[in-house]
C-alpha cells in the first residue's frame, strides 16, 4: 500500500508542460515513467486506483488552453473543475485570472497531484473528494468538466447533474474529443483543437477536441 501520496506522484511522474496548455507544468507519466503500464492487478497490489492524474487527458488540455486564451470567462470568478485529474483545468483557470478555484475528484490522489501541480505553478487551488452529484450542484459562476464521457453511466449522470447547474445559472463547458458516451449534437461547439496525446492511451498521437458550452 502506498502510504506517502505525494512522494509515489514524485517517483513516478516528470515535471513537464503539458503539450496543448504549455504555459503550465503538471507532474506527468511518460515513457520515463510509465505507471500505465501496470496492470489491474498490480494497481490493486499497491492500492493505486487507475492513475487518471497522471496523464493531461485530450479533453482538459483542450479546455485549459480556452480557458487560458478566453480569460474574460474566468477572471475574478469563481470556478468549479469537476473530474480534476491532475488538476490541469483548475491551475488554467487560476491563471486566467479567477477569484477561486475548486479541483474536485472522487480519487484521493488527484488530491495529492494537484497540491503538488498547484505548487509546482505557484497557483493556490482547494480541493475536495465528495462525490458531488450525490447531491445538486453547488454554486458556482463557471463549472468545468473535462474529459468526463468515457463510460455510459458517468457521463448520463454528470450530463444530467451539469444541466442542472447551467438551469440554476451556471456556465458550463466540457472538453470532449469525441468520447463514445459525448452527447455532441445537445452542446454548442466554441471551439476546436488538435491535441497531441500519446499512442500508449489513445487511438490517435493527435487528437481533435472540441469544447463545448451548455445552451
Ligand atoms: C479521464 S479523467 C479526466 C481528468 C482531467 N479532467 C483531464 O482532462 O485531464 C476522468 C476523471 O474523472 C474522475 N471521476 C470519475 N467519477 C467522478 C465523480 N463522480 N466525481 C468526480 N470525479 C470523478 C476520475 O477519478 C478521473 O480523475
Known amino acids: 500500500m502506498i502510504a506517502d501520496r505525494a512522494q509515489f506522484i514524485r517517483d513516478n511522474t516528470r515535471l513537464q508542460a503539458p503539450p496543448h496548455a504549455p504555459e503550465l507544468v503538471l507532474h506527468l507519466a511518460d515513457e520515463i515513467t510509465p505507471i500505465w503500464r501496470l496492470t489491474e ?3 490493486g497490489e499497491i492500492g493505486l486506483p487507475p492513475p487518471f492524474w497522471a496523464f493531461a487527458w485530450a479533453g482538459g488540455q483542450a479546455l485549459a488552453r480556452y480557458l487560458l486564451d478566453h480569460p474574460d470567462l474566468v477572471r475574478g470568478k469563481r470556478v468549479l473543475d ?3 485529474g491532475s488538476g490541469l483545468v483548475a491551475i488554467a483557470a487560476k491563471l486566467a485570472g ?18 503538488a501541480n498547484a505548487l509546482a505553478n505557484k497557483v493556490d487551488i482547494a480541493f475536495a ?5 450525490d447531491a445538486p450542484p453547488p454554486a458556482f459562476d463557471l463549472i468545468c468538466a473535462g474529459d468526463i464521457c468515457y463510460e ?7 450530463l444530467a447533474w451539469l444541466q442542472v447547474a447551467r438551469d440554476a445559472g451556471a456556465e458550463v463547458l466540457v472538453g470532449d474529443p469525441g468520447r463514445s458516451y459525448f452527447p455532441r449534437d445537445r452542446l454548442i461547439k466554441l471551439a476546436e483543437y488538435q491535441v497531441p496525446t500519446t499512442r500508449e492511451l489513445e ?4 487528437k481533435k477536441t472540441g469544447v463545448y458550452a451548455f445552451a
Open 152 to 158: 455510459k453511466p458517468m457521463a448520463d449522470q454528470v
Open 129 to 133: 473528494a465528495d462525490n458531488l452529484l
Open 41 to 43: 492487478e498490480e494497481l
Open 203 to 206: 487511438d490517435f498521437e493527435v
Open 82 to 84: 469537476f473530474a480534476s
Open 98 to 115: 479567477a477569484a477561486y478555484v475548486l479541483a474536485n475528484d472522487i480519487d484521493v490522489f488527484c488530491g495529492a497531484a494537484l497540491e
